[in-house]
């Protein structure tokens, strides 16, 4: 096993059994026709990706946003999970040591990372010049660190945007780390983490220079240009957690599942499938940033060659095991940086650390029917396939008509937050999204199904 991975059990046979192979093709088809097909997720993913540079052009150059975690992804329905966005301020840059500041323009604050004391993946940020444009919420949120420094507050700096008004028809939630979460509408989920930029050439080099079967050279490149973040939440028990802040690489990891090929996306969505259909944590003390560390490692340190679909079931096995692993010994490295375990702050209650064992363990040795135990595919698999095949085209098609509306919407949209309903692409998309959800009401009323109206239909079509 190479650094901190996770590589093929040699326990497991590389030859796959006619039945393993069987069900892995079926199980690859059944999740194409799911909305797991390449051309799907890359449409979502663009269309996220549009998105985010919408705002960013709306916000005059003063902030970049991000869409990242699923969404980014391009791995969920509309509805099926929160959107997850990373907005940046565009007056601070955050440096790590060795450094030196004079790569930034005299209007850019700079803040230097301290990470003694602080656990792996974490820091402290002390000010090391105050720029010509800084933020009021970054300048609020500066305090004495006991030595006549200032340092910047994590807590402080969330809570400063928490005050921020919020628009119409939306709803604040409590904090969940170093996130705000709100809901528009009554539907859509949104939680906005307010980050800043991190130069941090070390802690990237150490990752790019890794040996490994995946990913190649050029998008190792791409990873290192992307950069880091650090995001408003320390580790949680360190005295220091209200002022450190945590390391991420949300747009490389971005590109790294752009670039993870079909069987290793499906393994990913198989996986967030057994977290959410037979493990359903209650507190996160298993998410699919867990399940996403896992797929990075597996593709990392195996032949990319023995990812293809008849192998898929195996790969299954696999995540598991290393799932099992991670529960059993409550360590897992952080994929960009292994020191960090993202196990240590889970807060496992053992009750719940054996159940979840002993239940991936019968997963295992169910062999292929192993699959069966996930909603989405025992329903597509019992299901006719005329109606699963005509639905499931439908709601793709209203799925991405809903993202294509959600940009127009954003271009329409003027300094007010009024958007244009006039807009002839916008009567367009409505129609066409009134057709489809029209079709599919009859059908179910058809079909003896209980549905109130079209916008319950529309709703659940996205979700």
Not at 50 to 67: F, M
Not at 76 to 98: A, I
Not at 396 to 402: G, H
Request: hydrophobic content about 40%; charged content about 25%; aromatic content about 8%.
């Amino acid at each position: 096993m190479a650094e901190g991975g996770i590589g093929l059990d040699e326990g497991f046979s590389r030859q796959a059994p006619v039945q393993w192979e069987n069900a892995s093709v079926e199980t690859c088809t059944v999740l194409s026709w799911l909305g797991y097909k390449p051309q799907i997720i890359q449409a979502r993913r663009d269309a996220y990706s549009e998105n985010g540079r919408l705002w960013t052009a709306k916000s005059s150059g003063t902030a970049t946003n991000i869409v990242t975690g699923s969404k980014g992804e391009g791995l969920t329905f509309f509805l099926e999970s929160d959107r997850d966005e990373m907005n940046l301020d565009n007056s601070v840059v955050c440096l790590e040591d060795g450094v030196h500041a004079y790569i930034s323009p005299r209007e850019i604050t700079v803040l230097r990372s301290c990470n003694r004391m602080s656990y792996p993946g974490h820091c402290r940020l002390l000010l090391e010049r105050r720029g010509t444009t800084i933020h009021p919420f970054i300048n609020d949120a500066l305090c004495d660190d006991g030595f006549r420094r200032e340092i910047l507050s994590s807590d402080l700096y969330v809570n400063n945007w928490s005050k921020v008004p919020l628009l119409e028809d939306t709803v604040h939630h409590e904090r969940a780390g170093p996130s705000m979460p709100v809901t528009i509408l009554g539907e859509i989920h949104t939680d906005t983490v307010f980050a800043l930029r991190y130069f941090c050439p070390n802690i990237l080099s150490k990752w790019a220079t890794r040996p490994r079967h995946w990913p190649p050279p050029k998008v190792v490149q791409k990873v290192l240009s992307l950069g880091a973040f650090l995001t408003p939440v320390g580790f949680k028990g360190s005295e220091y957690q209200h002022v450190e802040w945590r390391v991420c690489f949300n747009a490389g990891e971005i590109e790294l599942v752009g670039n993870l090929n079909e069987i290793q996306i499906k393994l990913y969505v198989l996986l967030k499938m057994v977290k959410n259909d037979v493990l359903n944590p209650r507190q996160k003390e298993v998410s699919s940033y867990t399940l996403k560390n896992i797929v990075l490692w597996i593709a990392e340190n195996n032949p990319q060659s023995l990812f293809h679909e008849r192998s898929l079931l195996h790969w299954l096995h696999e995540g598991l095991d290393a799932l099992r692993f991670a529960l059993v010994t409550r360590e897992l490295p952080y994929y960009m940086i292994p020191d960090r375990n993202l196990m240590a702050a889970c807060e496992l209650e053992e009750a719940q650390q054996r159940t979840w064992i002993s239940t991936i363990s019968e997963m295992m040795n169910e062999g292929p029917r192993m699959i069966l135990r996930l909603s989405k595919i025992r329903q597509a698999l019992i299901v006719h396939p005329e109606p699963f095949r005509w639905y499931n085209t439908r709601r793709m098609e209203l799925e991405l008509l809903t993202l294509i509306d959600l940009n127009r919407r954003a271009v329409c949209m003027d300094e007010n937050w009024v958007t244009d309903e006039t807009d002839v692409i916008l009567q367009a998309l409505e129609r066409r999204q009134n057709e489809i959800v029209g079709e599919v009401f009859l059908r179910m009323i058809t079909e003896g199904s209980r549905v109130n109206n079209l916008a319950d239909v529309y709703w659940r079509m996205l979700g």
